[in-house]
Each structure stands twice: as C-alpha cells, then as structure tokens.
C-alpha cells in the first residue's frame, strides 16, 4: 500500500476521523508541573540537555521552535491508523493529501492547511512575562503572529503549582517609558518588568483570550491553549523564579539589525491593548452553554477571537449523544472512557513517552456536520472531550 492510499484508507475506516499518536515536547526553561500524565520516569525522556517535558500538543500541522537540538518533527502529530508505531504518519500529510476532504473548503482555500493547533502547557513555576508577535510584525522574520487562548481543565489540575496567577498587559497608569526603562535593565540586573502588570488569580473551568502584542507572564496551573499555526514571542521578563532568561529571549525574533533597538522592541506591543482598563471584560472568557440534554452538557470555552475557538463536551455516565459542529476539529479526552465514533477511545491515566494511545483525534468536517456519536461506557463517571476549531467554528460573539 503506498502512503497516501494508507492516508485515505485510514481516512475511509475512521468514517472521516483520525486517531492521533501522543506528541510531548520538553522546553528547556523553568519547571514541570508533571500533570501531563506521562510516566514520571519520562519527563527527561530527551535527555537533561533538552529540558523535561513540559508540554503535549494535539492536531499540529507545525514543529516547535526549539532551538538545534530538537528533531524536524518536533511538535507535529501524527496519524496512528492501526495501533502499532511502525504504521505513524504525519498529520500534516494527510492534510495535505486529504484537503478540503478533510479541513472543508473554507479553510483549505483561505489557508491551504489546517491553520490552527492545541496544547497542554504544564509549568511548576509562573512564565516569563512575554508576548506573541503581531502578523505584520512576524512577517519581517519569515514566520506568522500568534493569537492565542487558555482554559484550565479541573480534570488536570490536581495542583496549583507555585504560582495560579496570570499576568496580562500593564497596569493603566502605566507609560511607555516606564516599561522601557525596565527592558533597558535586561542585561544588569532582575527587570522586576511584572511590577507593571496586573496579576488574575486563575480561575478553574474558566478562561482567557490572548491576543497578539500583549504582554502575559502564565501562571502554574496546567492550561490547554488552542492557538494559531505559530511558535513565535519576545520575552519582556529575564528573571523568573531565580532564573535567568538571557537577551536573546527577548530579540530573537527581531531582525538582525534591530535586535539593540528597545524601540523596535517597544513597537511589538499593543499598547492600546495592554493598559485597557477594562481588560477582564474584554478578555476573560467564561463558559457559554452551547447545548444541553438530558444525556450531555456542552460548553463553548474559547470563543470570539476570530482566529480559534473550542468546547468542552461532558456525556454523562452511560449515555450516548450525536453533536453536530459546523467544522473540523481536533479532540482530546480529559475524563473517562466510551467511543467516538467507531473508534474505542479512553483517557489516558499514565503514558510512556513514545507510546500510542486512544484519548485523541481528529475530525473532518464533513463527519463533524453530520454528527459524531459519542458513548460513555462508564456507569458512575463522565466522559469529557476538549474540541479545538480554527476561525469558522461557529462560536458566539461578545459585545
């Protein structure tokens, strides 16, 4: 069989759905908070020099940046249609063998490609204070901006971490000379640059949208971020925690001859966005039922981005329930065990790094509009599944 008729004959048993291997990617920066259920034996699975695993992403068409180290393929999915290893293909092979099949015509003629993924991110410790670059500001270094959401699952935060607080953007009595002043501090002494922000405590079953340009520092409770096609940030923040976060953290994704230029630095914020005064009620995003029954309750817990959205599914302890969505999406299982569509599908409780498993997949749209049958097979827990879309998932607006 060649490997795009193993590409369609997946794609025809799936009935339009794809089973998705496990992808964990270590950073070489801070802590894990090891609720990324992988063997605790596993967090160096890529040896000291990479860092530990902090991070699993779903539905990623796209590699981390992640410095020389890091294999080719880092941070992209891949398609298990069998259930051994040796059968893996690319995710971002299928879409491109499959297109409009697949992802629908909207987004493969506006995008070529699936334009968006997800992702656990898992930290002990807060995050630098850093922002995502804009798409024109990206564009000048060869890559794309980066907007981008959260939402913190109860399912995976046993913990808080040191820290369960976000900050985002500075306070509004703020200047621009003021923070530029503490990133001309980056290479003598701790910028202490957060004193400017304002800190939300995190709120779990809640979230936030981020939008490119704004400065955010994380906080430590394990976050699921569905974001665009994108690995690009400068980091305003140099140390954090006692650790020290060198100058090329905060230009690296500067053009060369603009890497001693706080100015050029400066101009990748949106500072109108930043000192909003309103941040919390333009930004925070709390659950919006997007349908309910007697069998599930489904939510929509990132929406009006423009970019991303997704929905946390709950089928309740023996039920069965058909949900129609108006795109293709990516899904991972955060609680409990059933089917999805004819596939068997549970979540993981402990993963070895490089093995297979049955919590994550991908589905076309076509099988999305028609309805996917989801079954709980447990009798005394619920089966929950995160969904995350690209920009025509449907979601509701605000304001």
């Known amino acids: ?12 048993k799936g009935e339009g759905v794809l089973r998705l291997a496990p992808v964990f990617v270590p950073r070489r920066f801070s802590s894990a908070g090891q ?34 180290l890091a294999p080719a393929d880092e941070g992209m999915s891949y398609v298990d249609p069998t259930g051994r290893i040796e059968d893996r293909f690319l995710f971002r092979d299928a879409v491109a063998e499959l297109g409009a099949d697949i992802i629908g015509p909207e987004l493969k003629a506006k995008y070529g490609t699936w334009p968006m993924y997800s992702k656990f991110f898992d930290f002990n410790a807060p995050l630098f204070l850093h922002l995502h670059l804009r798409e024109e500001d990206a564009r000048r270094v060869g890559r794309k901006g980066k907007p981008e959401a959260y939402y913190f699952p109860p399912q995976l935060n046993n913990h808080p971490g040191l820290f369960p607080h976000t900050y985002f953007g500075f306070d509004p009595d703020m200047t621009r000379d003021e923070v530029r002043a503490r990133l001309a501090l980056y290479r003598q002494t701790d910028n202490r640059v957060t004193e400017l922000s304002r800190a939300y405590r ?48 905060l230009v690296e994704n500067c053009p060369e001859e603009s890497k001693e230029d706080l100015d050029y630095v400066m101009s990748l914020m949106d500072w109108e966005a930043n000192v909003d005064p309103s941040y919390r009620k333009t930004y925070f995003r709390p659950p919006l039922v997007a349908s309910e029954s007697e069998q599930h309750v489904e939510k929509w817990v990132v929406y009006a981005t423009g970019y991303i959205a997704a929905k946390e599914l709950t089928v309740h302890p023996g039920a069965s329930v058909t949900i ?52 709980n097979l447990s009798k005394v827990e619920p089966l929950v599944m995160l969904k995350h879309f690209g920009p025509n998932a449907g979601d509701p607006t605000i304001g």
């Open 1 to 12: 069989m060649t490997a795009l008729s193993k590409i369609r004959d997946a794609f025809e």
């Open 35 to 68: 609720r990324l259920r992988l063997h605790p034996d596993d967090y160096y699975a890529l040896g000291t020099a990479r860092g530990s695993i902090k991070e699993r992403w779903f539905s990623s068409v796209i590699a981390a940046m992640n410095g020389p």
């Open 202 to 249: 995190i709120q779990l079953g809640t979230g936030w949208y981020t939008p490119p340009g704004v400065v955010h520092a994380p906080g430590s409770y394990l976050t699921y971020e569905p974001q665009w096609n994108s690995d690009v940030n400068s980091v305003y923040e140099n140390i954090v925690n006692h650790e020290v976060y060198p100058y090329e953290f």
């Open 324 to 375: 129609r969505d108006a795109a293709a999406y990516g899904c991972v299982l955060t609680q409990g065990h059933g089917k999805v569509g004819v596939f068997d599908a549970e979540t993981a409780t402990m993963l070895r790094f490089g093995q297979l498993s049955a919590d994550e997949y991908f589905v076309s749209e076509k099988a999305a509009r028609a309805g996917l049958t989801i079954v």
